[in-house]
């Protein structure tokens, strides 16, 4: 079949040859093929240099041949992502939950972590609890942890109720119970006990993702240092050696050329290639030249494009819940309803993409720091964040507009 509009796709067929412009691992491939069998990728690559003949059994009804105005990027992966669609990773109850990971592998993130909220332990360990179970089905990449030992005075929309100073205790307690699920943690490195609690993440292969701060520069450094230390010394198998930093900008004390805080450390050691800073280009939480500036700054491989969706992603305003925290949604931007703060995004990862090219990114490093980038910081190079042989049949369809038309998981047309 040769699709001339919007292309008729099957569930049903394990072997899939479709061609189109490639946009992957920073580079573009015009004429480009993608054969697909038994979930893999088999061939990724100019069309011209694949054998046909050598895709046995293939049937001429599998061929999608997209028009000249699409493009075939990696499913993207999202490390900071607290649900969408009406469901609610912080409230850790498994109806929600699974209606917001439907939504988001439609909308094109094939891969992504289940964030929660700073809550009281027992809610921690049940949201725990429930995403291990999802992660084991294949639906979560793992887990991330946004608290509970963060600033009282950078607390965002985190419940400063439940705010926590470093307790190596509880930390082991939630690190036993996620069985390996926990990916990722976001901590203020200013509070007392920081240094040991970071010490007790790289131990156990938590990557440590420095936010809801309040520090100055060198203790930023510092502990994005002893982060990157402790990572490379603990040696796991498909854990980055590279810390994140959470939200950058958000959550912090603006830079200032007295008072540089924490911004400045993270700019400069991404930039040097120690660390990967996360940027919620939706055109809300950050002017879209920033987003360009730091682009241009520290490049496109240190930088991780997340969502920090909650509940009103893919939804009109009105009012959600993040949580347990009351939140509106008013001309897309979502607010806690206790303190007017912005409560997370309302954007998908491909509206963060677009977001991201119209501030003046290139659509290739745009579409690198929300695919291959994100892969790596969770070791998943191997196996997602690119079309390459021998990975994992994630594929997303878009116009020249960044508009979706197509979404292929695990070799499977779901969208």
């Known amino acids: 079949m040769t699709a001339t509009d919007q292309p008729t796709f099957s569930s049903a067929p394990v072997r899939h040859l479709i061609t189109g412009t490639i946009v992957t691992d920073a580079t573009v491939i015009e004429d480009g093929l993608v054969a697909v069998e038994d979930g893999r990728i088999v061939f990724s690559g100019v069309a011209?240099?694949?054998?046909?003949?050598?895709?046995?059994?293939?049937?001429?009804?599998?061929?999608?041949?997209?028009?000249?105005?699409?493009?075939?990027?990696?499913?993207?992966?999202?490390?900071?992502?607290?649900?969408?669609?009406?469901?609610?990773?912080?409230?850790?109850?498994?109806?929600?939950?699974?209606?917001?990971?439907?939504f988001l592998h439609r909308s094109g993130t094939?891969?992504?972590?289940?964030?929660?909220?700073?809550?009281?332990?027992?809610?921690?360990?049940?949201?725990?609890?429930?995403?291990?179970?999802?992660?084991?089905?294949?639906?979560?990449?793992?887990?991330?942890?946004?608290?509970?030992?963060?600033?009282?005075?950078?607390?965002?929309?985190?419940?400063?109720?439940?705010?926590?100073?470093?307790?190596?205790?509880?930390?082991?307690?939630?690190?036993?119970?996620?069985?390996?699920?926990?990916?990722?943690?976001?901590?203020?490195?200013?509070?007392?006990?920081?240094?040991?609690?970071?010490?007790?993440?790289?131990?156990?292969?938590v990557t440590p993702s420095l936010g809801h701060t309040d520090c100055d520069d060198a203790t930023a450094a510092t502990s994005l240092a002893a982060a990157r230390e402790g990572l490379e010394s603990a040696g796991f198998d498909g854990v980055s050696s590279l810390p994140t930093v959470t939200h950058l900008f958000n959550g912090m004390p603006p830079m200032h050329h007295r008072a540089p805080g924490p911004v400045a450390a993270c700019l400069r050691t991404a930039q040097e290639g120690k660390a990967v800073l996360?940027?919620?280009?939706?055109?809300?939480?950050?002017?879209?030249?920033?987003?360009?500036?730091?682009?241009?700054?520290?490049?496109?491989?240190?930088?991780?494009?997340?969502?920090?969706?909650?509940?009103?992603?893919?939804?009109?305003?009105?009012?959600?819940?993040?949580?347990?925290?009351?939140?509106?949604?008013?001309?897309?931007?979502?607010?806690?309803?206790s303190t007017g703060s912005i409560a997370g995004g309302t954007a998908t990862m491909l509206d963060v993409v677009r977001h991201t090219?119209?501030?003046?990114?290139?659509?290739?490093?745009?579409?690198?720091?929300?695919?291959?980038?994100?892969?790596?910081?969770?070791?998943?190079?191997?196996?997602?964040?690119?079309?390459?042989?021998?990975?994992r049949a994630d594929l997303v369809v878009v116009d020249k507009e960044l508009r979706l038309a197509a979404v292929l998981r695990n070799g499977d047309w779901i969208a």
């Open 48 to 102: 011209a240099e694949f054998d046909e003949g050598s895709f046995e059994g293939f049937e001429e009804s599998l061929r999608t041949d997209l028009p000249s105005e699409r493009y075939l990027v990696p499913g993207f992966v999202d490390v900071h992502c607290h649900g969408g669609n009406g469901g609610d990773f912080p409230g850790a109850e498994e109806a929600s939950a699974r209606k917001a990971i439907d």
């Open 110 to 205: 094939t891969t992504f972590l289940a964030s929660m909220v700073t809550a009281p332990r027992e809610d921690l360990l049940r949201g725990i609890e429930l995403f291990v179970r999802l992660a084991d089905e294949g639906l979560v990449a793992g887990i991330h942890l946004e608290g509970p030992f963060l600033s009282h005075a950078r607390c965002g929309a985190q419940n400063p109720e439940f705010l926590l100073e470093p307790d190596l205790g509880l930390l082991n307690e939630l690190v036993e119970a996620a069985a390996g699920k926990l990916a990722t943690m976001t901590y203020a490195p200013e509070l007392p006990g920081a240094a040991e609690l970071v010490d007790l993440m790289t131990f156990h292969g």
């Open 278 to 337: 996360e940027l919620i280009a939706d055109g809300t939480h950050l002017d879209p030249r920033m987003v360009a500036t730091v682009f241009q700054l520290v490049g496109a491989s240190n930088i991780v494009l997340v969502t920090d969706s909650m509940a009103a992603a893919g939804l009109s305003d009105g009012n959600y819940m993040l949580g347990p925290s009351p939140v509106t949604v008013t001309n897309g931007v979502a607010t806690l309803d």
């Open 357 to 391: 090219v119209r501030a003046g990114v290139g659509l290739a490093d745009a579409v690198s720091s929300a695919t291959a980038v994100p892969a790596a910081v969770l070791g998943l190079s191997d196996e997602l964040g690119g079309l390459r042989r021998g990975l």
